[in-house]
T-cell receptor
Framework: RKEVEQDPGPFNVPEGATVAFNCTYSNSASQSFFWYRQDCRKEPKLLMSVYSSGNEDGRFTAQLNRASQYISLLIRDSKLSDSATYLCVVNRGGTSYGKLTFGQGTILTVHP | GAGVSQSPSNKVTEKGKDVELRCDPISGHTALYWYRQRLGQGLEFLIYFQGNSAPDKSGLPSDRFSAERTGESVSTLTIQRTQQEDSAVYLC????????????????FGSGTRLTVV
């Protein structure tokens, strides 16, 4: 089983739609959680951290469920510019707590 | 510098040759990471440097791969006797480093070196 698992998609949605991505992680000792965004042939960029209480940044909402080892990202009012691959990222904690483990990514395409 | 700088941006090499990839992290970032991303695949961890601690080399795929870092600055990733399966984008990232467990800090990635072994 992979440490971080995501539905690879692709998700194809119209502009203005709401879309949700899910991610599960296997190591219960994981301490920090993130969503990254990667555009085609570009490096990943931090989208947002995920906090235990859930957090929102504009149209983006992230949720964490430690009991279920589950992370989600909700995008409201999708824009064409949201088209990208979304990476679920987990810091495993412990002695390697600086090292992040990346999911395979979920591909999102927003169409007119 | 303002961001993580990697060089070269593109490298084409013949099978069997050695290559050296360079990463210049953000000033003040104590942690430095190398990842590999094959076409259409996810990020694969290679190696992690944190300050003066022994590096975590657990992701290096074979003894043909090695990496060095000078203090808290430049790092070089060396691939000896390159093979076609080494073709990938090699991404370097840096971060402020290990804070308290559970700290929410992210990486900043460089734009990568696209390595093609022919």
């Amino acid at each position: 089983r992979k440490e971080v698992e995501q539905d690879p998609g692709p998700f194809n949605v119209p502009e203005g739609a709401t879309v949700a991505f899910n991610c599960t992680y296997s190591n219960s000792a994981s301490q920090s959680f993130f969503w990254y965004r990667q555009d085609c042939r570009k490096e990943p960029k931090l989208l947002m951290s995920v906090y235990s209480s859930g957090n929102e940044d504009g149209r983006f909402t992230a949720q964490l469920n430690r009991a279920s080892q589950y992370i989600s990202l909700l995008i409201r009012d999708s824009k064409l510019s949201d088209s990208a691959t979304y990476l679920c990222v987990v810091n495993r904690g412990g002695t390697s707590y600086g090292k992040l483990t990346f999911g395979q990514g979920t591909i999102l395409t927003v169409h007119p | 510098g303002a961001g993580v700088s990697q060089s070269p941006s593109n490298k084409v090499t013949e099978k069997g040759k050695d290559v050296e990839l360079r990463c210049d992290p953000i000033s003040g970032h104590t942690a430095l990471y190398w990842y590999r991303q094959r076409l259409g695949q996810g990020l694969e961890f290679l190696i992690y440097f944190q300050g003066n601690s022994a590096p975590d080399k657990s992701g290096l795929p074979s003894d043909r791969f090695s990496a060095e870092r000078t203090g808290e600055s430049v790092s070089t990733l060396t691939i000896q006797r390159t093979q076609q399966e080494d073709s990938a984008v090699y991404l370097c990232a840096s971060s402020l480093g290990a804070g308290a467990i559970g700290d929410n800090y992210g990486y900043t990635f460089g734009s990568g070196t696209r390595l093609t072994v022919v």
